[in-house]
C-alpha cells in the first residue's frame, strides 16, 4: 500500500498493544513489536499476519539501543510500562526505572528519527484530586512518598514531562495519551485489573470481591474503541505536543459494576464487601470518583463510543470462558 508505513509498537504483546497492532495491520502498515513479556502474552498477537508483523522479544533499552538502532521507523506507540495498581505495590522499583529509563531511551530514539511519537500515559497523573472532572491542565495532587501507590503516577507523570520538553526544545511530535479504565476482551485481572476479576469470579461463581462500600466511581471505555483511534490522533499534526484525556465520561460506581457483571452474565455470585488491604497485602490509598474531562478529546475525534459495558463483559467473558487468559 503506498501510504504503508513502518510502526513500532513498544509493549504491543499487552492488552491494549494487542488490539493496537491489529488496528495498524488493518490500516496496512508493516509493525514491529517490542516487548519483554514481564506483563504483556504473544496469545494477544495470535492471527497477525507474520509477513507485516515482525515480534522482539526485549526491553526498550536494550533492544532499541541495539538490534533496532538502525531501523527507520515512521511512528513510534510506547505503551510498554509496568501497569496495574498491585504490580506497582509489590515492585515500586521495577515500575519506576521501567516508566522512567525506558521512556527517556525511545524519546531519544524519536528525536533521532524525527518521527511521531504517542506515549501511553494514564488517568493516575491526577493523583487524588478532587477537581472532577480531570481537565489536562488541571493541577495534580499526589499523597506522600512513603505510600508506594503514588510512584506510578509520578513516573508516568515525568514521562509527559520528559515528552513535551522533547517537543518544546527539539520540536519532536508527540502525543500524550491518559488512558481512563481501557478495558475489553483480552484484559486480565492479576494485576488489580476490576472488570477481569469481577468477570472471572462471576463465571466461577465465586464472591465478587468489592473493596469497601463500593461506591468509588470510575468511567470505563472498551479497548476496541480506543485503538482505532490512536493512529487517528498521532497522525493528526494538531494534536503533536497535546495532552489528551482518552476514556468515557460515564461512570458507574464498582458496586453497581459488580451487580451489572452477575446480571449480564447470569451468574449466581454474591457481593462480599472486603478491606482493599485484604488483596493487597497493606492499606490502599483510593479516590472516590474519576472521571475524565473529554472536551479537549472532541475537538479531534468527537464520535462517542460504540460498545457498552454490557457487550464489553460479554465479550471479555467469552474470552475468560475459552481459557486464553490462563
Same mark, same amino acid.
Not at 504503508?4 to 509493525?31: P, S
Not at 532499541?64 to 513510534?76: D, K, M, S, W, Y
Not at 493516575?124 to 484530586?129: A, C, D, N, P, T
Not at 499523597?143 to 527539539?170: F, M, N, Q
Given at each position: 500500500?503506498?501510504?504503508?508505513?513502518?510502526?513500532?509498537?513498544?509493549?504491543?504483546?499487552?492488552?491494549?498493544?494487542?488490539?493496537? +497492532?491489529?488496528?495498524?495491520?488493518?490500516?496496512?502498515?508493516?509493525?514491529? &513489536?517490542?516487548?519483554?513479556?514481564?506483563?504483556?502474552?504473544?496469545?494477544?498477537?495470535?492471527?497477525?499476519?507474520?509477513?507485516?508483523?515482525?515480534?522482539?522479544?526485549?526491553?526498550?533499552?536494550? &533492544?532499541?539501543?541495539?538490534?533496532? /538502532?538502525?531501523?527507520?521507523?515512521?511512528?513510534?506507540?510506547?505503551?510498554? /510500562?509496568?501497569?496495574? +495498581?498491585?504490580?506497582?505495590?509489590?515492585?515500586?522499583?521495577?515500575?519506576?526505572?521501567?516508566?522512567?529509563?525506558?521512556?527517556?531511551?525511545?524519546?531519544?530514539?524519536?528525536?533521532?528519527?524525527?518521527?511521531?511519537?504517542?506515549?501511553?500515559?494514564?488517568?493516575?497523573?491526577?493523583?487524588?484530586?478532587?477537581?472532577?472532572?480531570?481537565?489536562?491542565?488541571?493541577?495534580?495532587?499526589?499523597?506522600?512518598?512513603?505510600?508506594?501507590?503514588? #510512584?506510578?503516577?509520578? #513516573?508516568?507523570?515525568?514521562?509527559?514531562?520528559?515528552?513535551?520538553?522533547?517537543?518544546?526544545?527539539?520540536?519532536?511530535?508527540?502525543?500524550?495519551?491518559?488512558?481512563?479504565?481501557?478495558?475489553?476482551?483480552?484484559?486480565?485481572?492479576?494485576?488489580?485489573?476490576?472488570?477481569?476479576?469481577?468477570?472471572?469470579?462471576?463465571?466461577?461463581?465465586?464472591?465478587?470481591?468489592?473493596?469497601?462500600?463500593?461506591?468509588?466511581?470510575?468511567?470505563?471505555?472498551? &479497548?476496541?474503541?480506543?485503538?482505532?483511534?490512536?493512529?487517528?490522533?498521532?497522525?493528526?499534526?494538531? /494534536?503533536?505536543?497535546?495532552?489528551?484525556?482518552?476514556?468515557?465520561?460515564?461512570?458507574?460506581?464498582?458496586?453497581?459494576?459488580?451487580?451489572?457483571?452477575?446480571?449480564?452474565?447470569?451468574?449466581?455470585?454474591?457481593?462480599?464487601?472486603?478491606?482493599?488491604?485484604?488483596?493487597?497485602?497493606?492499606?490502599?490509598?483510593?479516590?472516590?470518583?474519576?472521571?475524565?474531562?473529554?472536551?479537549?478529546?472532541?475537538?479531534?475525534?468527537?464520535?462517542?463510543?460504540?460498545?457498552?459495558?454490557?457487550?464489553?463483559?460479554?465479550?471479555? /467473558?467469552?474470552?475468560?470462558?475459552?481459557?486464553?487468559?490462563?
Amino acid at each position: 500500500m503506498p501510504d504503508a508505513k513502518k510502526v513500532l509498537v513498544t509493549g504491543g504483546a499487552g492488552f491494549i498493544g494487542g488490539h493496537l +497492532v491489529r488496528a495498524l495491520l488493518n490500516r496496512g502498515d508493516e509493525v514491529t &513489536v517490542l516487548d519483554d513479556l514481564s506483563t504483556g502474552r504473544l496469545s494477544n498477537l495470535a492471527g497477525c499476519p507474520e509477513n507485516r508483523m515482525a515480534f522482539v522479544r526485549g526491553t526498550v533499552r536494550d &533492544v532499541l539501543c541495539g538490534p533496532l /538502532a538502525r531501523v527507520e521507523f515512521n511512528e513510534i506507540y510506547h505503551l510498554a /510500562a509496568s501497569v496495574g +495498581v498491585k504490580l506497582v505495590v509489590d515492585s515500586p522499583i521495577e515500575c519506576i526505572e521501567n516508566n522512567v529509563h525506558e521512556t527517556s531511551v525511545v524519546l531519544r530514539v524519536a528525536a533521532s528519527l524525527g518521527c511521531p511519537i504517542l506515549l501511553a500515559s494514564t488517568s493516575e497523573v491526577y493523583g487524588k484530586s478532587e477537581a472532577v472532572p480531570f481537565a489536562e491542565d488541571d493541577d495534580v495532587v499526589y499523597g506522600a512518598t512513603t505510600e508506594p501507590r503514588w #510512584s506510578y503516577a509520578c #513516573s508516568k507523570a515525568i514521562d509527559e514531562h520528559l515528552g513535551l520538553a522533547w517537543h518544546r526544545d527539539v520540536g519532536l511530535p508527540v502525543l500524550i495519551a491518559r488512558f481512563f479504565n481501557t478495558v475489553g476482551p483480552g484484559q486480565r485481572g492479576r494485576w488489580g485489573m476490576v472488570l477481569p476479576r469481577f468477570i472471572g469470579q462471576a463465571i466461577s461463581g465465586e464472591p465478587l470481591r468489592v473493596h469497601g462500600d463500593g461506591l468509588q466511581e470510575r468511567c470505563f471505555i472498551d &479497548v476496541r474503541d480506543v485503538a482505532p483511534l490512536l493512529p487517528c490522533l498521532l497522525g493528526n499534526e494538531r /494534536a503533536h505536543g497535546v495532552v489528551l484525556n482518552v476514556g468515557n465520561d460515564q461512570s458507574i460506581s464498582i458496586l453497581a459494576l459488580a451487580e451489572l457483571v452477575i446480571e449480564t452474565l447470569g451468574s449466581s455470585s454474591r457481593i462480599e464487601h472486603v478491606d482493599v488491604a485484604e488483596d493487597y497485602g497493606r492499606p490502599i490509598e483510593d479516590l472516590r470518583k474519576r472521571v475524565p474531562d473529554l472536551t479537549r478529546l472532541r475537538t479531534f475525534i468527537p464520535e462517542q463510543p460504540t460498545h457498552d459495558l454490557r457487550s464489553t463483559i460479554l465479550a471479555t /467473558a467469552e474470552v475468560i470462558r475459552a481459557g486464553v487468559m490462563q
